[in-house]
């Protein structure tokens, strides 16, 4: 039992070591190759769809399909973000033939998978966080950024279009290559959104809090767009300082620049080895949490193995004969045995040659009976049922010799009549 236990206990060391080392993996895929370790599922990501399964290949994800419209794929993550200041990196690539329609979403929601779901930017209802769209607006291509606090019910709402915060054109669609966004919150910059590396919108006014869920929803009209996804990375970023107060005294900005930027290098490092500390804990916690959650459910299934077998164990135990049957049938097979021995000993001492002898002359009288009575009385049967031909005969001549004394009586009296002239 020490042995298993002191097993257990560096099994779970080993497993923690491994987490730490590679921080925010579960929210991460397409930064490695192949995108997944199997073809069914990225770990720690959920698949929805809507007229089709999204489908998964060793370096992309198709959340639509370039054939048949009115579809939908989606992926979330299924751990929320607890990093206050982060780093979203996002590649995709859409394709369509001419007039090809579709937007795509890549969402910061509040329990997005129940909330959102596969739903578009026009069809999410009411829902919390930021939503950045790539879509198709007047015949323009643009990148859309939107915010809700779950007061304004987007299904409902008569301009979803005016509710984006910030906007920028950018040609997305058959550029035959991946197109990266780039997601920056912090919570002295705000929100900052670039595409291909060219700035698209900020703002500094909003700072969005953890606990949120990752995700991308792909939508396509017909004729569609196909989105296919690379990459979605996660990662730690060092918050912006916010500006320093200015002053009237024209020496202060005359300092040497050395006796400046040493104490701001040494912040910006503090920050930022804080930063990282901060977000490798919060990630092995996250994974601590995954590792628990994994063991629970890996105790459940013991739990439901073991029931499962004491259950069958019990219904063949019950399927068992009883003591009184097996009694019974003992004594049953008993008395069997008790006749066939006497029927042994019977057969053994007694002579049958007397009941043998008996039923030869059965036989025989049997035999006889058969070959000697059988004619005589078939014949007398054949005899009694064969019709009679004198009979016949004699009727027949009887019925002539009746017509002919009718005939002549007819002829006597036709000519004894007296005649009718006119």
């Not at 794929?73 to 299924?78: D, I, N, P, V």
């Amino acid at each position: 039992m020490v042995l298993y236990l002191r097993t257990i206990c560096l099994t779970l060391a080993w497993a923690i070591t491994a987490f730490a080392e590679d921080p925010l993996e579960q929210f991460s895929f397409g930064h490695q190759t192949p995108l997944s370790p199997n073809s069914f599922a990225i770990p720690g990501w959920s698949m929805l769809g809507e007229g089709h399964v999204p489908q998964l290949l060793s370096d992309k994800v198709i959340l639509t399909p370039p054939y048949g419209g009115n579809k939908r794929g989606a992926l979330w993550s299924e751990n929320a973000n607890l990093l206050q200041d982060w780093m979203v990196q996002f590649k995709f690539r859409a394709g369509a033939p001419d007039r090809g329609g579709g937007n795509l979403q890549l969402w910061y929601a509040a329990n997005g998978e129940k909330q959102v779901g596969t739903s578009t930017i026009y069809t999410a209802g009411i829902w919390e966080g930021l939503a950045i769209v790539i879509d198709t607006v007047s015949g323009t291509q643009k990148v859309r950024g939107f915010l809700n606090d779950g007061s304004v019910d987007y299904k409902s709402h008569a301009n979803v279009d005016g509710l984006a915060f910030g906007h920028c054109d950018h040609a997305y669609r058959n550029l035959g290559r991946p197109s990266l966004i780039t997601i920056k919150s912090t919570r002295n910059g705000g929100i900052d959104v670039r595409i291909d590396g060219r700035h698209c919108f900020n703002t500094n006014k909003v700072v969005l809090p953890t606990g949120y869920d990752f995700g991308m929803v792909a939508s396509s009209f017909d004729p569609p767009d196909s989105f296919e996804v690379f990459q979605f990375s996660l990662a730690p970023t060092t918050p912006t300082p916010p500006p320093p107060p200015s002053t009237p005294d024209h020496h202060q900005h005359e300092q040497p620049v050395e006796d400046q930027q040493q104490p701001q290098s040494g912040s910006d490092s503090q920050s930022s080895s804080s930063a990282f500390s901060d977000a490798q804990m919060i990630d092995m916690h996250n994974r601590l949490n995954q590792l628990s959650k994994s063991i629970q459910n890996l105790f459940l299934e013991l739990q439901r193995q073991t029931a499962a077998a004491e259950q069958r164990h019990n219904d063949l135990v019950s399927k068992l004969p009883n003591g009184g049957l097996i009694s019974s049938l003992d004594s049953r097979v008993s008395n069997l045995d008790r006749m066939i021995g006497n029927l042994e000993r019977e057969l053994k001492s007694s002579d049958h040659n007397t009941q043998f002898r008996k039923l030869s002359e059965q036989l025989t009288q049997t035999h006889q009976g058969v070959t000697e009575h059988v004619p005589e009385r078939l014949r007398e049967y054949v005899q009694a049922h064969t019709p009679r031909i004198g009979f016949i005969l004699y009727s027949f001549m009887a019925f002539q010799t009746c017509c002919v004394g009718v005939f002549a009586w007819f002829k006597w009296r036709k000519s004894t009549m007296p005649k009718k002239y006119l």
